[in-house]
């Protein structure tokens, strides 16, 4: 059974940092990885996706990697903006393009201005 | 841009009684639509797979008789929460998979509180 854990759970940065959110799992047998942010009481906006095949995806400020061999996912935010506050989620899925996905508990960012 | 649309985002009901809670794809046909329930500080967990015109798929440990699922058309998902009890109070929220089948969105989520 996949298992997807996020560390660390909050995180709290001034405005201006860059930081990393980081994501592992137990089974490398996936299919694709989705970062997604989530805003208190809100849905999912989908942030990058990465495709088994591939080892990152870049979107304006953030980039995402893959590691499939060691399990690991990390988010990188450039230039961090308090309108990055909000809870990030890492999602995999493991069944051939399924789209049933696997989620962690997520990372709570605040940005401090 | 694509849009997924679920109604209620909160409810309030009582102790048995039952609950509906519609997903509605508004600019696309979505053919399978997702259900996932996250409890406080936990992860989302995947509850079944719905596909239109059949019957849903239900990840183990959910009840299939007690959350309803119908698919009846292409744009419209219903999750039915019957005999509501505290302990189902969470987040429930859906997801809606494009006709073409590369991508996905989600539902801005519904707030479940059983008193």
């Known amino acids: 059974k996949q298992e997807v854990t996020q560390i660390p759970a909050a995180l709290s940065v001034p405005e201006g940092e860059n930081l990393v959110l980081n994501c592992s799992f137990t089974d490398s047998a996936i299919y694709n990885l989705q970062w997604f942010r989530q805003d208190p009481g809100k849905g999912l906006t989908s942030l990058l996706l990465?495709?088994?095949?591939?080892r990152e995806q870049t979107s304006g400020r953030l980039n995402a990697s893959l590691d499939k061999s060691s399990g690991r996912s990390t988010l990188y935010i450039a230039a961090s903006q308090p309108g990055d506050s909000a809870t990030y989620l890492c999602a995999l899925d493991s069944g051939a393009g399924s789209y049933q996905l696997t989620f962690g508990k997520g990372t709570k960012l605040s940005v401090i201005p | 841009g694509a849009v997924v649309s679920q109604h209620p985002s909160r409810v309030i009901c009582k102790s048995g009684t039952s609950v509906k809670i519609e997903c509605r794809s508004l600019?696309?046909?979505?053919?399978?639509m997702f259900w996932y329930r996250q409890f406080p500080k936990q992860s989302l967990m995947l509850m079944a797979t719905s596909n239109e015109g059949s019957k849903a798929t239900y990840e183990q440990g959910v009840e299939k008789d007690k959350f309803l699922i119908n698919h009846a058309s292409l744009t419209l998902s219903t999750l039915t929460v019957t005999s509501a009890h505290p302990e189902d109070s969470s987040f429930y929220i859906c997801?809606?998979?494009?006709?073409?089948?590369?991508?996905?969105?989600f539902g801005e989520g519904s707030w479940l509180t059983v008193v």
């Open positions: 990465i495709q088994s095949s591939q």
């Open positions: 600019d696309f046909q979505a053919t399978t």
């Open positions: 997801s809606a998979l494009t006709g073409s089948g590369n991508t996905i969105y």
